[in-house]
């Protein structure tokens, strides 16, 4: 992957993450929530411990990113900003899904 569009999904997750938040919050919540601001608002620990097993948590940048990338694999036509929150949801449930 290249650098252009390695920004463009770091970018893109971000603006993910910000529509995510202001989705969970009350308005006047919601209105201070920028993508200059946000980091302010997540959580420190970036992973967590399961079965001695360290994951990322969820809906963390990185996390986003990650799918991305992944429904990107599945779907090269689609374009990066294309991605929404739905599509990742998708991309959870299969996941879920699968190992049930």
Not at 59 to 78: G, M, N
């Given at each position: ?6 920004k463009?999904?770091?970018?893109h ?16 919540e919601a209105?201070k ?8 608002m997540?959580p420190e620990q ?18 986003i ?12 036509d689609?374009e990066?900003e ?19």
């Amino acid at each position: 992957m290249n650098r252009k569009k390695s920004k463009r999904i770091t970018r893109h997750s971000i603006t993910l993450l910000v529509s995510w938040m202001k989705q969970l919050l009350p308005e006047e919540e919601a209105e201070k929530v920028t993508v200059d601001t946000y980091k302010t608002m997540m959580p420190e620990q970036t992973h967590f411990m399961a079965n001695r097993t360290m994951y990322l948590n969820a809906y963390h940048p990185k996390w986003i990113t990650k799918k991305i990338k992944q429904l990107i694999k599945i779907f090269p036509d689609i374009e990066i900003e294309d991605v929404d929150l739905e599509l990742i949801t998708w991309k959870v449930n299969q996941r879920s899904m699968v190992s049930h």
